[in-house]
């Protein structure tokens, strides 16, 4: 898979959802158009990376900044960091998948010195270590293993963080993407729809 076979493969849905009737392209934006493909294909791919399952992307592993404040591990984000995969902190008898958010019941019941998590149940929430967004990991440890998902910025990325089963679905959502830059909403909805089916069939 490469950013030239995205392009190509979006252009045919495009075209087989009659692009060049429902979009009513100027001849220099139907030139064009394959520069507006190519230009989305990093918001598409963090979309469909942001809920496929991980088992479909290439991860990163990292081993960063950790700091142990009352009871719980602040692990600093690397600046690529889009979503987790797992944390695993040396005393926790299972990795977290999971992050939860900071203003949720469950950081407040596990800030309670009488139901806070322990080892088999840990919890990971979204937080801040006093500089930047960290993971707030309870109960504390040393971290042992970090792997995220992580940001794309461009094509190529793209071509190395997704696997094949992904190709599909970030091809409906970019020619979605650029349904939208023309300002067709009806169309655009349909192939997120199409997204939605692709995912579920994975």
Do not use: H
Not at 164 to 187: R, T
Request: proline share 5%; hydrophobic share 45%; charged share 15%.
């Amino acid at each position: 898979m490469t950013a030239q076979d995205i392009t190509t493969k979006v252009r045919a849905i495009m075209n087989e959802a009659g692009a060049e009737e429902t979009l009513t392209l100027l001849s220099e934006d139907t030139v064009k158009l394959d520069t507006y493909i190519e230009s989305v294909i990093p918001d598409a791919s963090n979309l469909v990376l942001s809920v496929a399952p991980v088992r479909y992307i290439n991860t990163k592993s990292a081993s960063p900044a950790t700091a142990i404040v009352a009871g719980s591990t602040f692990i600093s984000l690397p600046e690529d960091f889009s979503r987790l995969a797992y944390v695993q902190l040396a005393t926790w008898t299972r990795a977290v998948s999971e992050v939860l958010l900071l203003n949720s019941i469950e950081y407040k019941v596990a800030k309670n010195q009488f139901t806070k998590p322990g080892v088999n149940k840990p919890l990971c929430f979204f937080s801040y270590n006093g500089t930047d967004e960290a993971l707030e990991c309870i109960p504390s440890s040393t971290l042992s293993q970090f792997i995220y998902v992580p940001t794309i910025s461009t094509s190529a990325e793209a071509v190395t963080v997704l696997k094949q089963e992904l190709f599909l679905p970030v091809c409906y959502m970019a020619a979605s993407l650029v349904y939208n830059i023309f300002e067709n909403q009806p169309m655009s909805n349909n192939m997120k729809a199409v997204v939605t089916d692709l995912l579920k069939q994975l």
